[in-house]
Protein backbone atom coordinates (compact mmCIF):
# COMPACT_ATOMS: atom_id res chain seq x y z
CA UNK A 1 0.00 0.00 0.00
CA UNK A 2 3.12 2.22 0.49
CA UNK A 3 4.16 1.82 -2.91
CA UNK A 4 1.11 2.44 -4.71
CA UNK A 5 0.89 6.26 -2.84
CA UNK A 6 4.37 6.57 -3.75
CA UNK A 7 3.98 5.91 -7.21
CA UNK A 8 0.76 8.30 -7.23
CA UNK A 9 2.45 10.97 -6.28
CA UNK A 10 5.21 10.97 -8.55
CA UNK A 11 3.21 10.97 -11.10
CA UNK A 12 1.00 13.61 -10.07
CA UNK A 13 4.07 15.86 -10.05
CA UNK A 14 4.08 16.89 -13.90
CA UNK A 15 0.71 17.57 -13.84
CA UNK A 16 0.95 20.11 -11.38
CA UNK A 17 3.77 21.85 -13.36
CA UNK A 18 2.04 21.70 -16.52
CA UNK A 19 -1.19 23.17 -15.19
CA UNK A 20 0.90 25.78 -13.76
CA UNK A 21 2.68 26.65 -16.71
CA UNK A 22 -0.84 27.03 -18.76
CA UNK A 23 -2.29 29.27 -16.27
CA UNK A 24 0.62 32.02 -17.26
CA UNK A 25 -0.89 32.28 -20.55
CA UNK A 26 0.73 31.70 -24.28
CA UNK A 27 3.94 33.95 -25.17
CA UNK A 28 2.84 37.08 -26.07
CA UNK A 29 5.54 39.59 -28.12
CA UNK A 30 5.14 43.32 -29.50
CA UNK A 31 7.52 45.19 -30.89
CA UNK A 32 7.52 49.24 -30.78
CA UNK A 33 9.02 51.39 -33.34
CA UNK A 34 9.01 52.94 -36.59
CA UNK A 35 7.41 51.13 -39.58
CA UNK A 36 8.78 53.34 -42.35
CA UNK A 37 12.59 54.23 -42.67
CA UNK A 38 15.27 55.63 -44.91
CA UNK A 39 17.69 53.48 -46.99
CA UNK A 40 20.72 53.25 -44.02
CA UNK A 41 19.10 54.98 -41.31
CA UNK A 42 19.35 53.55 -37.58
CA UNK A 43 16.57 53.39 -35.36
CA UNK A 44 16.20 52.01 -32.01
CA UNK A 45 13.15 49.54 -31.54
CA UNK A 46 11.58 48.27 -28.12
CA UNK A 47 10.37 45.09 -27.88
CA UNK A 48 8.27 43.19 -24.91
CA UNK A 49 7.68 40.14 -24.35
CA UNK A 50 5.28 38.76 -21.76
CA UNK A 51 3.71 35.12 -20.83
CA UNK A 52 4.38 31.65 -20.68
CA UNK A 53 7.04 30.08 -18.11
CA UNK A 54 9.25 32.74 -18.67
CA UNK A 55 6.60 35.14 -16.00
CA UNK A 56 7.27 32.81 -13.27
CA UNK A 57 9.54 34.36 -10.69
CA UNK A 58 13.31 32.99 -11.17
CA UNK A 59 11.67 32.52 -15.48
CA UNK A 60 13.44 34.56 -18.01
CA UNK A 61 13.00 35.96 -21.46
CA UNK A 62 15.43 35.37 -24.56
CA UNK A 63 15.44 36.30 -28.17
CA UNK A 64 17.44 36.18 -31.68
CA UNK A 65 16.68 38.71 -34.41
CA UNK A 66 17.25 38.73 -37.70
CA UNK A 67 16.54 41.01 -41.17
CA UNK A 68 14.22 39.34 -43.97
CA UNK A 69 15.66 41.41 -46.82
CA UNK A 70 15.21 41.25 -50.64
CA UNK A 71 18.48 42.27 -52.18
CA UNK A 72 21.14 45.08 -51.07
CA UNK A 73 23.02 45.18 -48.26
CA UNK A 74 24.26 47.01 -45.08
CA UNK A 75 21.33 45.73 -43.03
CA UNK A 76 21.78 44.31 -39.41
CA UNK A 77 20.84 44.23 -35.73
CA UNK A 78 22.20 45.17 -32.79
CA UNK A 79 22.11 43.12 -30.62
CA UNK A 80 21.20 40.39 -32.32
CA UNK A 81 20.01 38.20 -29.25
CA UNK A 82 19.30 38.86 -25.90
CA UNK A 83 18.07 37.29 -22.34
CA UNK A 84 16.37 39.30 -19.47
CA UNK A 85 14.05 38.51 -16.74
CA UNK A 86 12.04 41.60 -17.48
CA UNK A 87 11.19 40.45 -21.20
CA UNK A 88 12.24 44.20 -22.24
CA UNK A 89 14.39 44.93 -24.69
CA UNK A 90 15.87 47.21 -26.86
CA UNK A 91 17.56 46.85 -30.48
CA UNK A 92 18.61 48.88 -33.18
CA UNK A 93 17.94 47.81 -36.82
CA UNK A 94 20.23 50.32 -39.81
CA UNK A 95 18.20 49.62 -43.20
CA UNK A 96 19.43 48.42 -46.36
CA UNK A 97 21.39 50.57 -48.59
CA UNK A 98 18.49 49.95 -51.29
CA UNK A 99 14.61 50.76 -51.28
CA UNK A 100 12.66 47.75 -50.07
CA UNK A 101 10.69 45.66 -47.77
CA UNK A 102 12.14 44.36 -44.95
CA UNK A 103 10.88 41.90 -41.87
CA UNK A 104 12.76 42.70 -38.62
CA UNK A 105 12.08 38.67 -37.44
CA UNK A 106 12.13 37.95 -33.96
CA UNK A 107 12.57 34.06 -32.23
CA UNK A 108 11.68 34.30 -28.46
CA UNK A 109 11.44 31.67 -25.34
CA UNK A 110 9.51 32.03 -22.26
CA UNK A 111 11.50 29.26 -19.78
CA UNK A 112 11.53 28.33 -16.25
CA UNK A 113 13.57 25.60 -15.07
CA UNK A 114 12.72 22.43 -17.67
CA UNK A 115 9.78 24.04 -19.05
CA UNK A 116 10.22 26.42 -22.13
CA UNK A 117 7.63 28.01 -24.79
CA UNK A 118 8.52 29.56 -28.09
CA UNK A 119 7.06 32.38 -30.51
CA UNK A 120 8.32 33.97 -33.89
CA UNK A 121 6.84 37.70 -34.38
CA UNK A 122 6.99 39.35 -37.68
CA UNK A 123 7.70 43.48 -38.29
CA UNK A 124 7.14 44.70 -41.35
CA UNK A 125 9.30 47.52 -42.11
CA UNK A 126 9.31 49.86 -45.79
CA UNK A 127 12.80 51.12 -46.68
CA UNK A 128 12.49 54.49 -48.85
CA UNK A 129 14.82 56.97 -50.27
CA UNK A 130 14.57 59.98 -48.40
CA UNK A 131 13.99 63.59 -49.07
CA UNK A 132 16.22 65.48 -47.49
CA UNK A 133 15.83 68.56 -45.51
CA UNK A 134 18.94 70.20 -43.73
CA UNK A 135 18.79 73.36 -42.22
CA UNK A 136 22.40 75.69 -41.15
CA UNK A 137 21.06 77.85 -38.58
CA UNK A 138 23.74 80.41 -37.48
CA UNK A 139 24.03 82.46 -34.83
CA UNK A 140 25.82 86.12 -35.45
CA UNK A 141 25.78 87.21 -31.72
CA UNK A 142 27.85 87.39 -29.17
CA UNK A 143 26.53 85.09 -26.66
CA UNK A 144 25.33 81.25 -27.32
CA UNK A 145 21.70 80.07 -26.88
CA UNK A 146 20.76 77.20 -25.45
CA UNK A 147 17.97 74.74 -26.29
CA UNK A 148 16.61 76.59 -29.18
CA UNK A 149 13.09 74.96 -30.93
CA UNK A 150 13.42 74.06 -34.35
CA UNK A 151 10.89 71.94 -36.36
CA UNK A 152 10.07 70.75 -40.03
CA UNK A 153 6.62 71.10 -41.96
CA UNK A 154 5.52 69.42 -45.01
CA UNK A 155 2.47 71.13 -46.56
CA UNK A 156 1.44 72.29 -43.34
CA UNK A 157 2.12 68.72 -41.38
CA UNK A 158 4.65 69.07 -38.69
CA UNK A 159 7.29 66.09 -39.58
CA UNK A 160 10.29 66.63 -37.11
CA UNK A 161 11.06 68.67 -34.49
CA UNK A 162 14.04 69.52 -31.82
CA UNK A 163 16.31 71.62 -30.10
CA UNK A 164 19.56 72.81 -30.62
CA UNK A 165 22.45 75.10 -28.85
CA UNK A 166 24.37 77.06 -30.66
CA UNK A 167 27.73 78.85 -29.73
CA UNK A 168 28.10 82.43 -29.90
CA UNK A 169 29.43 83.35 -34.10
CA UNK A 170 28.80 79.41 -35.41
CA UNK A 171 26.26 77.29 -36.64
CA UNK A 172 24.37 74.39 -36.10
CA UNK A 173 23.00 71.64 -38.81
CA UNK A 174 19.48 69.61 -38.21
CA UNK A 175 19.02 67.15 -40.76
CA UNK A 176 15.74 65.04 -41.31
CA UNK A 177 14.42 62.33 -43.43
CA UNK A 178 11.81 62.66 -44.87
CA UNK A 179 9.97 59.61 -46.22
CA UNK A 180 6.23 58.89 -46.72
CA UNK A 181 4.89 55.63 -48.60
CA UNK A 182 1.74 57.54 -49.67
CA UNK A 183 3.73 60.80 -51.04
CA UNK A 184 1.75 62.08 -54.23
CA UNK A 185 3.60 63.58 -56.77
CA UNK A 186 3.93 67.05 -57.86
CA UNK A 187 4.97 70.11 -55.50
CA UNK A 188 5.30 70.24 -51.61
CA UNK A 189 5.80 73.20 -49.64
CA UNK A 190 8.87 72.89 -46.90
CA UNK A 191 8.23 74.91 -43.93
CA UNK A 192 11.17 75.40 -41.28
CA UNK A 193 9.94 77.14 -38.04
CA UNK A 194 12.95 78.45 -35.42
CA UNK A 195 11.78 79.58 -31.72
CA UNK A 196 8.01 80.09 -33.22
CA UNK A 197 7.11 81.60 -29.73
CA UNK A 198 9.85 83.91 -29.93
CA UNK A 199 10.97 82.94 -26.70
CA UNK A 200 14.57 82.82 -27.42
CA UNK A 201 16.06 84.30 -30.39
CA UNK A 202 14.66 85.70 -33.78
CA UNK A 203 15.69 86.28 -37.63
CA UNK A 204 17.25 89.39 -38.25
CA UNK A 205 14.24 89.83 -40.50
CA UNK A 206 11.97 89.48 -37.39
CA UNK A 207 10.08 86.65 -38.48
CA UNK A 208 10.47 82.93 -37.68
CA UNK A 209 9.63 80.41 -40.34
CA UNK A 210 11.21 79.73 -43.90
CA UNK A 211 9.53 78.46 -46.42
CA UNK A 212 9.92 76.84 -50.00
CA UNK A 213 8.82 74.70 -52.22
CA UNK A 214 10.13 71.25 -53.93
CA UNK A 215 9.15 69.62 -56.60
CA UNK A 216 8.80 65.00 -56.29
CA UNK A 217 7.59 63.29 -59.09
CA UNK A 218 7.91 63.27 -62.98
CA UNK A 219 10.12 65.73 -64.60
CA UNK A 220 11.90 65.80 -68.12
CA UNK A 221 14.89 63.77 -67.13
CA UNK A 222 12.17 60.66 -66.48
CA UNK A 223 9.43 59.85 -63.60
CA UNK A 224 10.10 58.35 -60.27
CA UNK A 225 7.75 56.38 -58.17
CA UNK A 226 7.60 57.21 -54.59
CA UNK A 227 5.71 53.53 -53.83
CA UNK A 228 9.03 51.76 -54.88
CA UNK A 229 11.50 54.81 -52.88
CA UNK A 230 12.80 56.17 -55.98
CA UNK A 231 12.28 59.43 -55.32
CA UNK A 232 14.11 62.57 -56.61
CA UNK A 233 15.93 63.74 -53.45
CA UNK A 234 16.38 67.30 -52.42
CA UNK A 235 18.60 69.11 -49.89
CA UNK A 236 16.75 72.67 -48.96
CA UNK A 237 19.49 74.08 -47.02
CA UNK A 238 18.58 77.41 -45.34
CA UNK A 239 21.19 80.04 -43.41
CA UNK A 240 19.40 81.32 -41.04
CA UNK A 241 20.24 84.38 -39.44
CA UNK A 242 19.58 84.73 -35.61
CA UNK A 243 20.62 86.79 -32.73
CA UNK A 244 19.98 86.94 -29.20
CA UNK A 245 17.20 89.18 -27.85
CA UNK A 246 18.53 92.16 -25.43
CA UNK A 247 16.17 92.15 -22.18
CA UNK A 248 14.14 94.82 -21.97
CA UNK A 249 15.45 97.47 -19.60
CA UNK A 250 13.21 98.74 -16.39
CA UNK A 251 12.25 101.97 -16.60
CA UNK A 252 13.37 104.54 -13.27
Same mark, same amino acid.
Given at each position: MISLVSIFFLMSIPLIAAATSASLGPVYVSIDGKNVVAVGERWEYVVNVIGGPGSQPGGNFSYKASIL????????????????? #?????????APSDPQDITLRLNVTSSYEFSTERAVKDFA??????????????? #?GDVGVRGV???????GVKVYDATVDIDSLSSKTVRYNWTDPEMRQGE????????????LVEFETGGS???????????????????????????????LMIYNRPKKRRMR
Open positions: AAEGGGQFVDPSNGISS #TGVFRINLTIKVLKPIVIVATIKN #TPVSFHVDHVITVMLDPDNKTYTTTIFVGATSYGSTDAMLGVLFVASVVLS
